[in-house]
């Protein structure tokens, strides 16, 4: 029986090199989300999401391997973040920070299935922020990506090279949020140790 493990599937888009930018073109996917605010390292509802997104997810994988006889891994976590003031980002000002987490999910799962996965989580853990996780589509278009080693803290001069000197120098201009693909356990890694995909959407510059 196959395993479907989208990191394996689409190591152009869950792999990356540190040394060099690279330029994806990501297809629409469907993924279990769910908003919110605030400082992710001290924020009770961000770990009160990211429970909930993980319990669902492997609630989800469970019934498809039952129901469908389709076992897959259960993807990375991954965080789309965006604020009012984009200032809050370079003052780090976590505090105003608002961030989409998000877990890619199989095609072939169905949005009934779903919905009985977040029964069945609710019904075995207490998930304070369950019935905010979602299923819903998500197209990035062509996008620029590169893998950051080391604490989340000191992605900021990788970004500032991504979007001042690559981006532009292709031609390109941001467009969509700043997309982290979580290639670690933060749990059980050290910070230094972190594997970290930085992706942003870009268009064409205008003529």
Same mark, same amino acid.
């Given at each position: 029986m196959h395993n479907h493990d989208i990191k394996k599937e689409r190591r152009d888009l869950y792999s990356a090199r540190s040394d060099r930018f690279a330029i994806v073109d990501v297809p629409r996917m469907a993924f279990l989300m769910a908003d919110g605010r605030g400082d992710p390292n001290t924020s009770p509802d961000y770990r009160a999401v990211v429970e909930a997104l993980y319990t669902t997810a492997y609630a989800v994988r469970a019934l498809a391997k039952k129901e469908l006889g389709r076992p897959h891994t259960v993807g990375p976590? *991954?965080?789309?973040?965006? +604020?009012?003031?984009?200032?809050?980002?370079? @003052?780090? !000002? /976590?505090?105003?920070? =608002?961030?989409?987490?998000?877990?890619?999910?199989?095609?072939?799962?169905?949005?009934?299935?779903?919905? *009985?996965?977040?029964?069945? +989580?609710?019904?075995?853990?207490?998930?304070? @922020?369950? !019935? /905010?996780?979602?299923? =819903?589509?998500?197209?990035?278009?062509?996008?620029?990506q590169i893998l950051h080693i080391g604490p989340y803290d000191e992605e900021g001069p990788t970004i500032a090279r991504m979007h001042e000197?690559?981006?532009?120098?292709?031609?390109?201009?941001?467009?969509?949020?700043?997309?982290?693909?979580?290639?670690?356990?933060?749990?059980?890694?050290d910070p230094a140790r972190l594997r970290t995909i930085l992706r942003q959407p870009v268009t064409p510059a205008p003529a």
């Open positions: 976590l *991954e965080g789309l973040w965006y +604020a009012d003031d984009l200032n809050a980002f370079t @003052a780090r !000002d /976590r505090d105003a920070w =608002e961030w989409t987490l998000m877990i890619v999910q199989p095609e072939w799962i169905p949005p009934a299935m779903v919905e *009985e996965a977040r029964v069945n +989580a609710a019904a075995k853990k207490d998930l304070p @922020a369950g !019935d /905010r996780v979602r299923l =819903e589509e998500f197209a990035e278009g062509r996008c620029v000197e690559f981006i532009p120098g292709e031609g390109l201009v941001p467009g969509g949020h700043h997309h982290e693909i979580y290639l670690s356990d933060a749990r059980r890694t």
